[in-house]
């Protein structure tokens, strides 16, 4: 059974997806890092099960057509298209078609996420 390829960190290996990166920082208003993962999906491949992200992120189809299932509700991206997933939305990307899909996540500052790191273990 195929399996759906993840790279990580795309944003160090391509000014294009860096620059892009600095765009939705400033279209978003972000002030922390956006990172970027590039996923190959072939059709009806495995893929991660439903699960959430602490940040928000933002899908981007870039060829082929991306099923994504957010709180319940089936969305179907097409190639140029993007779908924006709130911050702890339960979501899970289903493979029906072929796709390669941009992942990227809006990440909060590292000192927060050090702060609730600590808050829990009080």
Avoid at 24 to 47: D, E, M, N, Q, W
Wanted: hydrophobic share 35%.
């Amino acid at each position: 059974t195929p399996c759906t390829i993840k790279v990580e960190q795309m944003e160090n290996f391509s000014q294009t997806i860096k620059d892009y990166c600095s765009f939705l920082s400033t279209k978003y208003r972000h002030t922390g890092p956006i990172t970027c993962h590039a996923f190959r999906a072939f059709k009806k491949s495995v893929s991660f099960g439903a699960h959430t992200d602490p940040d928000n992120v933002l899908i981007h189809c870039v060829w082929g057509t991306k099923t994504i299932k957010v709180d319940g509700n089936m969305h179907n991206i097409e190639a140029g298209n993007n779908l924006l997933i709130p911050a702890n939305t339960l979501h899970e990307a289903l493979n029906i078609e072929e796709s390669l899909m941009l992942s990227f996540g809006f990440e909060k500052f590292y000192n927060e996420r050090i702060d609730c790191g600590l808050d829990d273990l009080s």
